[in-house]
Antibody, heavy 121, light 106 residues
């Protein structure tokens, strides 16, 4: 079955950096469009970045553009999110998600359990 | 950016009630609309895609309708397990925006 397991979250100081990972299994990772979505404590969902199956096209929310970098390693079945210049409002649970279908014209059909990033001094 | 507006923000209903949540897009997204259910402490779960298509395994009491800018999620007979927050999301264009959520209380 499809499994997505995020890791790499933790406590980081403002201005700091962190790298999140998402290990995928149970499907052919290289076939799917992948996405990072976050949720601040007690708040709604915020889409932050997506990447096509071969990494040729990448998309970012304005709130993270220039600070966060999405990438993938299809050989390792892994998705990554490099977070830099972190701010307090980046505090959130970060979810990785797989598209429900093969193309980018699908919503996120499978989600990991999330990893918490806390930005605080 | 395509702003998504859900209503109501909170909904109180009884078991067996028919429940309707609406989602409005600021511009035409045709049918590129998904609905998610999020239970407390859990990751969101896809319920509906392409506005009206039920994801596999989702109970038949859930249904979606609409196209263009106005969409609806309906729970035909509310069950205790439906206690959750529901989000709409457009995936017609980037950035892929979510509605603010509707909390369903029983």
């Amino acid at each position: 079955q499809v499994q997505l397991v995020e890791s790499g979250g933790g406590l980081v100081k403002p201005g700091g950096s962190l790298r999140l990972s998402c290990a995928a299994s149970g499907f052919t990772f290289s076939d799917y469009f992948m996405t990072w979505i976050r949720q601040a404590p007690g708040k709604g969902l915020e889409w932050i970045s997506s990447i096509t199956s071969r990494g040729r096209s990448i998309y970012y929310a304005d709130s993270v553009k220039g600070r966060f970098t999405i990438s993938r390693d299809n050989a390792r079945n892994s998705l990554y999110l490099q977070l830099t210049s972190l701010r307090g409002d980046d505090t959130a649970v970060y979810y990785c998600a797989r598209a429900a279908g093969y193309s980018s014209d699908w919503p996120s059909g499978y989600w990991g359990q999330g990893t918490l990033v806390t930005v605080s001094s | 950016d395509i702003q998504m507006t859900q209503s109501p923000s909170t909904l109180s209903a009884s078991v067996g009630d028919r429940v309707t949540i609406t989602c409005r897009a600021r511009q035409n997204i045709v049918s590129s609309l998904a609905w998610y259910q999020q239970k407390p402490g859990k990751a969101p779960k896809l319920l509906i895609y392409k506005a009206s298509n039920l994801e596999s395994g989702v109970p038949l009491r859930f249904s979606g309708s609409g196209s263009g800018t106005d969409f609806t999620l309906t729970i035909s007979s509310l069950q205790p397990d439906d206690l959750a927050t529901y989000y709409c999301q457009q995936y017609a264009s980037f950035p892929r925006t979510f509605g603010q959520g509707t909390k369903v209380e029983i």
